[in-house]
């Protein structure tokens, strides 16, 4: 009896000195634990060469074809542990690209995440709920006319929601899984758009800024991501998407502007008047799709801390009015994957 005592003793005191086994969290099925929080940091550089869109061709000047490098990229994923099987998730990403002075959130989401079957040697099943928060900051951007329009950042100041739901499983060292989601954006007036027109007459301008009312709109994503152990302390990744972005509609704006050639007051309301009448009701006709193709490779260097290095290329197509479209996108760049 004393001896079976001693081994338990030693067994308790032997488990309570193993090391946590290594979090892989580029493994995506990965989900945090009771308690446990992780975070992955990327850093990456993007080159891209705009398509001939009449969006790119009323850029004044012209952009399409033109070439923008390099545009700087910066992601951010977190997650707490709950309980098992429930967390919390965040994930933001900012870019600069100073080529078309474009700069700002690209990405901004905090949700939960459920685990509802959790067996991963059979299947596992997750559902999620984030709040999307594009609200955070105006949609701002300059309209010239004649000309187009160019954004300055790449929100629409509004909020909205997503829900979603992911699907996998592990065979040995490889493990695969697929998810959708459906995004939908709230109704909002979170916008501030700047405008200079000519007033017909010699050296006479009009400067001005228009609210816009933006309508809601729908954003749904497909897609499937793998990983393989290829060693102990390596894996590898590869994901491909399908991500709609639906037509921004303006319901309605307000219109402010101001005469800046002495006598010629009389041509502002006309002007007022015309971009009111031409915001009222509009689709931008700038719904677009992407289809980016990921890889990577991620290297364990404790058992909380993983580097990776990722490359994606990005297929797209869009409506006319649409300045997200490219011929050519890229990037590359590196993340840091830590668990505390």
């Known amino acids: 009896m004393i001896k079976k005592a001693i081994n338990a003793a030693a067994l308790i005191i032997a488990a309570a000195g193993t090391p946590a086994l290594a979090a892989n969290l580029e493994n995506p099925l990965y989900l945090p634990k009771g308690g446990e929080v992780y975070s992955k940091t990327g850093f990456g550089v993007m080159y891209k060469t705009a398509d001939g869109t009449e969006a790119q061709l009323d850029k004044v000047p012209s ?3 033109v070439e923008e490098f390099p545009i700087w990229r910066a992601t951010e994923e977190f997650g707490y542990g709950i309980i098992d099987g429930l967390a919390v998730v965040g994930q933001f990403g900012y870019t600069y690209n100073g080529d078309i002075e ?24 997750d559902v999620y709920a984030d709040a999307h928060l594009g609200g955070v900051s105006k949609m701002t951007g300059v309209l010239n006319i004649p000309g187009g329009f160019n954004y300055d950042n790449y929100t629409t100041g509004q909020y909205g929601a997503f829900i979603g739901t992911k699907v996998g499983k592990t065979w040995d060292k490889l493990t695969g899984m697929a998810y959708a989601e459906l995004g939908y954006y709230l109704p909002s007036d979170n916008t501030k758009i700047d405008f200079e027109a000519q ?13 816009a009312k933006m309508g809601s709109f729908l954003d749904w994503n497909v897609g499937t991501k793998w990983t393989y152990d290829l060693a102990p302390e390596w894996t590898g990744g590869l994901g491909f998407a399908w991500k709609h972005h639906g037509e921004h509609k303006v319901k309605s704006a307000k219109v402010k502007a101001t005469e800046y050639h002495a006598g010629l007051v009389s041509a502002v ?50 409506d006319t009015g649409s300045q997200n479209t490219t011929d050519t996108k890229v990037e590359l760049g590196a993340r840091v994957n830590v668990r505390f």
Not at 119 to 125: F, K, R, Y
Not at 199 to 211: C, E, P, Y
Request: aromatic share 8%.
């Open 63 to 65: 952009h399409a074809g």
């Open 199 to 211: 007033s017909g007459t010699l050296l006479g301008s009009i400067k001005g800024d228009a609210v």
């Open 102 to 125: 474009r700069k700002g959130l690209h990405l901004g989401r905090l949700g939960l995440a459920y685990r509802v079957m959790a067996d991963a040697s059979e299947l596992v099943w």
């Open 269 to 318: 309301p006309g002007i007022i008047t015309g971009l009111t009448e031409s915001f009222d009701n509009t689709g931008l006709k700038d719904s677009f799709d992407e289809f980016p193709i990921t890889i990577s490779i991620a290297n364990q260097l404790t058992d909380n801390v993983q580097v990776a290095l990722y490359g994606e290329y990005t297929f797209d197509d869009g």
